[in-house]
């Protein structure tokens, strides 16, 4: 019922910039919460970033001062700003949408995207 559509990974240098955009389609009504997961190989999903309606928030902490996290509200768009991107940043990363509510039976459902490579290497 929704669908989201990741963009703007690619393969990057070290102390480089990204820039990833996830947009949300379908017939919402409301959505609580937009973020960005990661998930490196061998390696458990683990949160990068979220921004709640309420304007509430979150990043991990190893990405604190680096990345930006920002939300379109009108067009259900989240956006993230990597800046000096390292190594260990190389990963998968999600977007994920939280407490969806449609007309067409979503009750605080969480959906999430098929991932965007991140590749820092020099």
């Known amino acids: 019922q929704v669908q989201l559509v990741e963009s703007g990974g690619g393969l990057v240098q070290p102390g480089g910039s990204l820039r990833l955009s996830c947009a949300a389609s379908?017939?919402?009504?409301?959505?609580?919460?937009m973020g960005w997961y990661r998930q490196a190989p061998g390696k458990q999903r683990e949160l990068v970033a979220t921004?709640?309606?309420?304007?509430?928030?979150n990043y991990a902490d190893s990405v604190k001062g680096r990345f930006t996290i920002s939300r379109d509200n009108a067009e259900y768009t989240v956006a993230l700003q990597m800046n000096s991107l390292k190594p260990e940043d190389t990963a998968v990363y999600y977007c994920?949408?939280?407490?969806?509510?449609?007309?067409?039976?979503?009750?605080?459902?969480?959906?999430w995207g098929k991932g965007t490579l991140v590749t820092v290497s020099s």
């Open positions: 921004l709640t309606t309420s304007g509430s928030r």
């Open positions: 994920n949408v939280g407490g969806v509510w449609t007309i067409t039976g979503d009750h605080g459902t969480d959906y």
């Open positions: 379908g017939s919402i009504f409301s959505i609580n919460a």
